[in-house]
């Protein structure tokens, strides 16, 4: 039966993970040399359309439509065909089905736009966008499916992630691992440095995100109840010591904080969260977050030593995030939290943390594997890459025929 209090709230709920889009747009734009704002932006926002297309002719359906041996939803709500007002008792008994629809079609759509920050300032859009859409017919929907849809075969082995850690955060990782690779570093990289050309915007981009990700955790209970509230709670404080762990590494090892590895923080830290956030105390949140902020900042400082060109850090933050707050649910969930969660090691159950681990690892070669599958083929037949010539103007005027500035030449660009 539908529930009025529930149905607001997960209206709510999905406004603030669309929000989330916009948001990223600013925390990437503002990272990238003002030559390339406009091309990063729009990467993000015209993601909006295509996976929203996507997701409502064949998406929902692979995702969470009826089940076909685990692996993926067959196709009986294509084009959303019986999807209405009224709930499934699969997934939100007290909200109306199509509202579990479209606030799932926001997670969908920001995650292949995080995957952008690894390849930023130097991909075609139009290639991008075959990409794009290929990798979440091909990735994304049935990991979704097999993580959070009835019958998938890693939620009925038991893998938990609460708001997407192996599904968003650990899969676009492992795509923007694929694509550092194979498309290879910016034009210069290693010979001169790339600053970011706004910060202010990046810093306003971080705010908004962490505004939108109390709907993407808070929401994912799927009604306005006891474990909705924890997880609320869990997102700000895993964000929060994220933020303040990463501070105080980057203060220590570098001599000085800074505004970008402050905000850099604040995401690894809600990123860690996301998956553990409906199952664990505050307490552990807090531990969950100064952990995310210690290691991403370590993994985002590996890169340079492994030689890739990841321009945003969504392998060391996303990637590296989602895998360790996985493995933490593993550890610190407890049904005393959330009594449909489970109990992780420290709470008696210790093959919980192995189920964790094989959820971790099989999603992680999948997506990895497909990923770069899929950029060596629309690499091959339509060039991902940008001419040196093009990269050198800059997206866009290459790509859009704009400027982000009215002298763009002058702002971060050179």
Same mark, same amino acid.
């Given at each position: 039966m539908i529930q009025a209090g529930d149905? *607001?709230?997960?209206?709510?709920?999905?406004?603030?993970? #669309?929000?989330?889009? !916009?948001?990223?747009?600013?925390?990437?734009? @503002?990272?990238?040399?003002?030559?390339?704002?406009?091309?990063?932006?729009?990467?993000?926002?015209?993601?909006?359309?295509?996976?929203?297309?996507?997701?409502?002719?064949?998406?929902?359906?692979?995702?969470?439509?009826?089940?076909?041996?685990?692996?993926?939803?067959?196709?009986?709500?294509?084009?959303?065909?019986?999807?209405?007002? %009224?709930?499934?008792?699969?997934?939100?008994?007290?909200?109306?089905?199509?509202?579990?629809?479209?606030?799932?079609?926001?997670? *969908?759509?920001?995650?292949?736009?995080?995957?952008? @920050?690894?390849?930023?300032?130097? /991909?075609?859009?139009? !290639?991008?966008?075959?990409?794009? #859409?290929?990798?979440?017919?091909?990735?994304?929907? !049935?990991?979704?499916?097999?993580?959070?849809?009835?019958g998938g075969w890693l939620k009925l082995m038991g893998v938990v992630d609460f708001a997407g850690g192996i599904v968003v955060h650990l899969t676009c990782g492992a795509a923007a691992l694929a694509a550092v690779f194979v498309i290879g570093p910016r034009k210069d990289y290693g010979r001169r440095q790339f600053f970011p050309h706004n910060l202010p915007m990046t810093l306003m981009g971080t705010g908004l995100l962490w505004f939108g990700w109390f709907g993407f955790n808070g929401g994912s209970a799927l009604a306005a109840d006891g474990v909705a509230a924890s997880a609320f709670v869990a997102t700000h404080l895993g964000g929060m010591a994220g933020m303040a762990m990463w501070t105080i590494v980057e203060w220590w090892h570098r001599g000085k904080p800074t505004t970008l590895g402050a905000a850099s923080g604040a995401v690894a830290g809600l990123a860690t969260i996301t998956p553990a956030a409906g199952f664990v105390t505050a307490p552990s949140a807090m531990v969950i977050g100064l952990i995310a902020g210690g290691a991403c900042y370590?993994?985002?400082?590996?890169?340079?030593?492994?030689?890739?060109?990841?321009?945003?850090? /969504?392998?060391?933050?996303?990637?590296?995030?989602?895998?360790? @707050?996985? #493995?933490?649910?593993?550890? #610190?969930?407890?049904?005393?939290?959330?009594?449909?969660?489970?109990?992780?090691?420290?709470?008696?159950? !210790? %093959?919980?943390?192995?189920?964790? *681990?094989?959820?971790? @690892?099989?999603v992680l070669v999948y997506a990895l594997v497909l990923s770069w599958?899929?950029?060596?083929?629309?690499?091959?037949?339509?060039?991902?890459?940008?001419?040196?010539?093009?990269?050198?103007?800059?997206?866009?005027?290459?790509?859009?025929?704009?400027?982000g500035y009215s002298d763009s030449l002058d702002i971060g660009s050179r």
């Open positions: 149905t *607001a709230f997960i209206l709510v709920s999905a406004a603030l993970v #669309l929000l989330m889009t !916009p948001g990223l747009a600013l925390f990437y734009g @503002g990272m990238v040399r003002g030559k390339n704002v406009l091309g990063t932006f729009m990467q993000s926002f015209f993601l909006i359309a295509l996976i929203t297309f996507e997701w409502v002719i064949l998406g929902y359906s692979m995702s969470f439509g009826p089940d076909v041996s685990g692996l993926t939803g067959n196709l009986a709500w294509a084009w959303l065909s019986g999807v209405g007002a %009224a709930p499934n008792p699969d997934y939100a008994a007290t909200i109306p089905h199509s509202l579990f629809m479209i606030y799932q079609c926001m997670f *969908a759509v920001i995650t292949p736009a995080l995957i952008t @920050g690894a390849f930023a300032e130097r /991909v075609r859009f139009a !290639p991008f966008l075959v990409f794009s #859409l290929l990798w979440a017919v091909l990735v994304y929907n !049935p990991v979704c499916h097999w993580v959070w849809g009835a370590l993994g985002v400082l590996a890169k340079a030593r492994l030689g890739y060109d990841d321009s945003l850090d /969504v392998v060391g933050i996303h990637g590296l995030g989602g895998l360790i @707050g996985t #493995l933490m649910a593993g550890l #610190l969930a407890t049904k005393g939290v959330n009594a449909a969660g489970v109990d992780g090691l420290f709470y008696g159950n !210790p %093959a919980q943390f192995g189920i964790q *681990a094989l959820g971790v @690892g099989v599958a899929l950029l060596k083929l629309v690499d091959k037949t339509m060039g991902l890459r940008m001419s040196p010539e093009a990269e050198s103007l800059g997206m866009d005027q290459a790509e859009h025929t704009e400027s």
